[in-house]
């Protein structure tokens, strides 16, 4: 019986080979091709010691449309493999930003830690478990990857669109395996009905992700920010507004960052929009805009506050 990276890497390429069907104007172009090769007239071999002006001169010549027929024909072949390497890098970037483990000890002896819910925690020390109060669970990992994949395929929407749905294909495809590996090795979920039933919910929290943040980038901060906050934090009570605009902040810096990069450079280096963190956004929240610099009170001196605070010191001595 194989086991699951044969049978995930036996997936991904029946999936490839059924988008490398030829169009035929292609194989039209490549049979051309073999007719001309295979029709040239050689000149008679002369039966004297070979020199270098006595090479044999081929006669034949392939039009220069067959050429660029033959080559877009090998090009649309090659991609999908591009395509296939190149989301495999960039998932890897976005599944290790939220990234955790259980020990196994813990799994061991069941001294595992579990939210109220019933969801295991795990240890993480990612930015966005320690300056975003996120727990180290399956969930907000999940929630961040599906976050940051959402930001390339907001971007490659701008590609055509043969290679658009490769690129969203081949991202899922990533994700999904890679989910349903970490709740069997992680979590210890051995049941494939059990997985399956959580990978549905998860695919429908994938397609409701994608529609809300749609909606926030079209709309406003707020709808983004209120986007983020039902997704990534559950709907908590007690978030933090501060994590909630840098976030919000981050994601546009992300999507500006890509929107400049040229279509070539997203198979090489479209993970590089990662590479500034989403706790530096912090600092340009904490500064007022212009509309509330001339509204909110300025800094108070130093001085007055001692000096106000002075009676109150002085009757509790009292």
Not at 188 to 209: A, E, V
Not at 262 to 272: H, I
Request: positive net charge; charged residues 25%; hydrophobic residues 40%.
């Amino acid at each position: 019986m194989a086991c699951r990276s044969c049978k995930r890497h036996f997936s991904q390429m029946s999936r490839q080979a059924q988008a490398f069907s030829i169009s035929p104007t292609e194989s039209q172009s490549i049979i051309l091709i073999a007719r001309h090769l295979t029709h040239r007239q050689v000149a008679p071999q002369i039966q004297q010691r070979r020199r270098f002006g006595a090479t044999p001169y081929q006669k034949g010549w392939v039009p220069q449309s067959v050429k660029d027929l033959a080559g877009k024909a090998l090009q649309s072949t090659a991609q999908p493999y591009l395509v296939l390497r190149t989301t495999e890098t960039v998932y890897k970037a976005c599944a290790s930003e939220a990234a955790y483990t259980i020990a196994e000890t813990d799994k061991r002896n069941g001294t595992v830690q579990k939210t109220d819910e019933g969801e295991e925690i795990g240890k993480g020390d990612t930015m966005w478990h320690s300056d975003f109060n996120l727990l180290p669970t399956f969930s907000t990992w999940s929630q961040v990857t599906m976050l940051h994949m959402y930001l390339i395929l907001a971007r490659i929407r701008n590609l055509d669109r043969d290679t658009a749905k490769q690129w969203q294909q081949q991202l899922v495809d990533h994700f999904f395996f890679d989910a349903e590996e970490r709740m069997d090795v992680v979590h210890g979920i051995s049941s494939r009905g059990l997985r399956h039933k959580y990978l549905k919910d998860l695919f429908i929290q994938w397609r409701g992700l994608i529609a809300a943040y749609d909606e926030g980038i079209i709309k406003s901060d707020t709808v983004l920010a209120a986007a983020v906050w039902r997704n990534i934090y559950k709907a908590r009570e007690d978030v933090d507004v501060r994590s909630l605009a840098s976030i919000v902040s981050w994601m546009r810096l992300c999507l500006k960052m890509l929107d400049q990069m040229p279509d070539e450079a997203l198979f090489t280096r479209a993970q590089a929009a990662f590479k500034w963190p989403a706790k530096n956004e912090l600092q340009v929240v904490d500064q007022p805009c212009r509309e509330l610099a001339a509204v909110l009170p300025k800094e108070i001196p130093q001085e007055s506050v001692l000096l106000s605070e002075e009676p109150v010191m002085r009757k509790q001595a009292a």
